[in-house]
Antibody, heavy 119, light 108 residues
């Protein structure tokens, strides 16, 4: 069974930083691109960033480019999202996900971790 | 960036109804479109990939169609479990992805 388990969410003040982690099991982690998606309270899904299986091919949404950094450690089957200069509008549930792609129909999501940015 | 526009934002329907949700891309994405279902407090689940391919385990009452910039998700006969929010997502090559803003399917 494929599992994605996020951690690292919590309450942080505006301007602060937080690092999210996502441990993946049940698959050959290094073979898959992985993405971060968030959902603000009562709002829709927003794709944030993705990284290729080898750690190359990194992409960001404009809303987080320059503030967030995606990375992965294939030896630990772990995906990361370093979030700096956090804003109130970054408050959301953050999901890691292996999303369906051009070459693979696999699609798996974690349960999400809540990040709250508040004074 | 490719923008995805869904319509309607909210849809009221009854059990047994046939419903259609539309998704329009700001530029051609050939057939690289997925449809997801999300229920409150849960992660989304994949229904359709590559515009018209049913994900394993998804009931056959769900279907997708379209190519280029215009896509539709159809539920042939609504069941009580289908009342949820639906999102389209483009994945035109492996680069930036985009979700539509969502369509909330409500019980009439």
């Amino acid at each position: 069974e494929v599992q994605l388990l996020e951690s690292g969410g919590g309450l942080v003040q505006p301007g602060g930083s937080l690092r999210l982690s996502c441990v993946v099991s049940g698959i050959t982690f290094s073979s898959y691109a992985v993405d971060w998606v968030r959902q603000a309270p009562g709002k829709g899904l927003e794709w944030l960033s993705g990284i290729g299986g080898s750690g190359t091919g990194i992409y960001y949404a404009d809303s987080v480019k320059g503030r967030f950094t995606i990375s992965r450690d294939n030896s630990k089957n772990t995906l990361y999202l370093q979030m700096n200069s956090l804003r109130v509008e970054d408050t959301a549930v953050y999901y890691c996900a292996i999303l369906v792609g051009v070459t693979d129909t696999s699609d798996f999501w974690g349960q999400g971790t809540l990040v709250t940015v508040s004074p | 960036d490719i923008q995805m526009t869904q319509s309607p934002s909210t849809l009221s329907a009854s059990v047994g109804d046939r419903v259609t949700i539309s998704c329009r891309a700001s530029q051609s994405i050939t057939s690289w479109l997925a449809w997801y279902q999300q229920k409150p407090g849960k992660a989304p689940t994949l229904l359709i990939y590559k515009a018209s391919n049913l994900q394993s385990g998804v009931p056959s009452r769900f279907s997708g169609s379209g190519s280029g910039t215009e896509f539709t998700l159809t539920i042939s006969s609504l069941q009580p479990d289908d009342f949820a929010t639906y999102y389209c997502q483009q994945y035109n090559g492996y680069s930036r992805r985009t979700f539509g803003q969502g369509t909330k399917l409500e019980i009439k």
